[in-house]
């Protein structure tokens, strides 16, 4: 089996990568007692990771008094738990705010500058090409981070991001006079050779930022402050620590797109992620943040961050809702995927029980949850397959080396005739949801003739695909008993590891028909494809059904 491990982020302790699936609490819970609500929703949606935010406000409520109990908290509940932590930094720019700076960072932005935009006004936003404030905030950061070295015995903290949806609001750029100054002299050289291809640059790759990047001019401008501030940031931290460091985005696949008015300036968009990468060298990964629900957008923001020098990794998304729960498996398998979390878990959870808006996406991250290793082992090799209800569609097709897959989404009325190879009694009113919900799965192709199945909502069935030798293909597929590929078993289970652990083996009653994906369950299937009749695999009437 061909291994796709490389991007993926690696537990300290054995080295090996994982695929993270997990939640990001609401951004004033942590260090409250709601993280026990966050953490009972981030078991129920089958994750493995808690996104929580460490605040510069209480790390450094004055300035140059630390106080880390925040952080220690924090990283007990994480190990207590068993699962990963990515702290979040709530420093100097939480989605483009100052908004969890300390009081003597707001109450002196003489010091600590704040942008103006166009018409001289100030805006919430601190600038990044303040020096004061770089030194403040990397000061606290790398207190945090020198006490996650010591403290992180267990390699619970898995990585870290730095800020929060970096960039200006309500304006394109700094135009204060020390930054104006600034975006009137010339682009720095080792940006010579990044082009934005909707403004026509020159190729001499010299100039000021206007003449380099035209209309996008102010946007360059703000990315490039933005990432130099973030470069330091990481610079302080990896001398504390060395993990992998992120940055989460506030993406521009919104509305009309542009900066300032639809999403934050400055922050590593697309567009302009290029000069981020050349400056902040260090970053790990550029995650989107993608609360789009529509297919067309969700595909569109996946397009635009799945990068061979950027594997797809999102860090927010919608923690309810039909579209995002079938979005979880195009990501997964379209987009080669190597993280999903979702943000608000305690809006998942009432009474101990997920809300029924919240199982939709709850359904989707326990499938690729329990598949994450075949997800690992086949990154990138075309052997995952997504299978997702889309409107007004009754059945899915996949074709395979050797296999038709037909994959039956229950919430349509004429497949209600039966359900033999159920083992949950469909007509029963406690398991109705089972057919109301939207159909979705991963297919991942094992060995040959193997396949592992989780989702919900469909029912699949297996059908051999002709030699190419072969002749009267008509005669093959008119008969249903030499196209319907038999099973050598069954299984339903879970992985250890990399190990196959079976749980219940289903045969019988259980075992007839197309076989049916529940709750988000996996199901290991091997097919019998070691005749070797001819006549047989044609068709020729010699075998008829019984």
Known sequence: MKSGTEGFLKDRITKKPVFLTGLQCHNSSAGTELMDRTLQAVKLYGGNLLEAPVYWCEVEPEEGIYDLSSVERLLQQAGDAGIYLIPLWFGASKNGMYTYAPEYVKRNPSVYRRVKDGRGRTTESLSAGCRATLERDKRAFEKVMEFLAKKDTRGTVIAVQVENEVGYVHTDRDYSDESEQEYRGDVPGYLSSVRIAECGTDDNGSGTWKERFGQYSAEAFSAWQQAVYIQEMIGAGKRKLDIPYLMNISIEVNEYEEPGHCYISGGPVARVLDIWKKTATSVTLFGPDIYVQAERDYRKACEKYARTDNPLFIPESCISGVGAGLNIMIA???????????????????????????EEVAVSMRAVSALAPLLILNRGNGKVHAVTQAEFATWQHIMTEKYHILAHFLNQEKQKRGYFGSRINLYAEENRKHLERRGRCLIIEGHPDEFFVAGCGVCIEFRRRPDITEENVYEYFSSSMCTQAQFLSIEEGHFEGERWVCDYKRNGDEAYGPVYVHDGGAVRIRLDNTSDDPAEKRGTGDRQPD
């Open 332 to 358: 997964a398998a379209d987009y080669n995927a190597i993280g999903i979390c979702c943000f608000g878990a305690e809006s998942a959870v009432e009474g101990g029980r997920l809300l029924p808006e919240a």
